[in-house]
């Protein structure tokens, strides 16, 4: 997988400012990296992979978590004042957009988030983080601690070449709305939560 950095610049944020760095692959995907602090220097860099939710990144969707996940790992890493954002444009876990909505309206009948992908005719999940590490490696970074409590990210990753040194748990408040979903990324995805 290749991937080239085709833009850089700043993006002030309420956590601090980040470098926002745009990447397009080689079938013309774009995905961006916000990136804080020294992260070439060789050390380990505390790193969030995080899939695009539209949703619930930009429209505060109580169904998932991925909005405060986002926060949340911004916010560490503006604390340690290094690390990096790999935000994958990789919405629905891979189905895109309209078919998340179309599996969260099969979720409004009574089935779980890995049902309602089936029905549809996808897989449960059908991310691929090789681009992810493509990305990682145009910045430089091999070593990485990882916000995250899913282990099949981690594996993936690992795949793909990047050294997964610890991982992070990167557990936010549920809430009334995403309880039944946290229950079935624990079940069925083996979530650590
Ligand atoms: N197809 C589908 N995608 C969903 C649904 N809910 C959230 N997503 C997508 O799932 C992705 C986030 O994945 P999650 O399973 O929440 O978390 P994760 O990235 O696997 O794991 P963490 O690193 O622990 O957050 C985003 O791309 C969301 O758009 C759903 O019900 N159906
Ligand atoms: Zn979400």
Known sequence: MQVKIAAK???????????????????????????????????PVLT???????????????????????EAAMQKIADQGRGIIVYLRQEGRGIGLINKLRAYAEQ???LDTVEANEILGF????????????????LSVAEIRLMTNNPDKVQS?????IKVVERVPHQVAASPHNQHYLATKTKKFGHLL
């Open 157 to 161: 990753l690992t795949d793909a070449g």
């Open 9 to 43: 610049t700043k993006l002030p944020t309420p956590f601090g400012e980040f470098e926002l760095i745009g990447f397009e692959t080689e079938s013309g995907q774009e995905h961006v990296a916000l990136a804080m602090g020294s992260y070439t220097d060789g050390a």
């Open 108 to 110: 409004d009948k009574g």
């Open 48 to 70: 969030r992979v995080h899939s695009e939710c539209l949703t619930g990144d930009a429209l505060f969707s109580q169904r998932c978590d991925c909005g405060p996940q986002l």
């Open 123 to 138: 897989l449960p999940d059908a991310r691929d983080y090789r681009v992810a590490a493509a990305m990682l490696e145009a």
